[in-house]
């Protein structure tokens, strides 16, 4: 029995007054005790969250450098920094950074190695773009994402890591996947580890991200290969994702 994950994405948002008003928000919320909840506030706000939630949710980073360990790497955060920072995740491959930022397969496989080298939880993401989907090579393509981390890495990482799929043009845009074109990939994903290896596959998380609310969430979250959720928009309002995580508990 997989336990469910609903994770926020904050994104580039918040002030640290914005920041505090959104845990203390949080906090009043009822949390289902049967669901692993979590935030990725920016890189700014990291310590707060983590302070300010003291356990009561787990806290993790948006992106971390190649490099696990400090260095000269101007402007990047370190994995050991995250997890010296009170971090325990950390989602690599956001779409965010592959399609503006220019993140190759190559770099999201360094980053993920660096992120469990000292022993952060990372959450691939992977997903097609609208014109993917619509030339009919959604499958191929969330596969060959997830392949090169197998690859480099051999599929056993995936032990003590999750994977997001996050279809590109349901980001952010309001269109969610329909619960039953977000469970065709999440399917197709299980089968490429089963393929692999199947105690594992079976026990891999798989979260759908695109435009979740808490209208929606019921619906995705019973089919059964989603195993809860990564939130971007809705994460920003403390009763809607409130709500998102109590759709994905029992
Ligand atoms: C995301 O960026 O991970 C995301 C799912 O965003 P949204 O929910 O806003 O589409």
Redesign the pocket.
Known sequence: MRRPMVAG?W?MHGTCASVAELIGGLKQQSLPADVDVAVFPSALHLAQAVSGFAGAVAVGAQNCAYEPQQGALTGEVAAIQLLDAGCSLVLVG?SERRLLLGESDELVVRKFAAAQSVGLTPVLCVGETLAQREAGETLAVVAEQVAAVIEALGVKVFANALVAY?PVW???TGLTASPEQAQQVHEAIRAQFARLDASLAGELRILY????KAASAAELFGMPDIDGG?????SLNADDFGAICRAAGS
């Open positions: 994405n994104k956001h996050e349901a980001i952010g991200g695109g435009s979740v990564l939130v971007g928009g809705a």
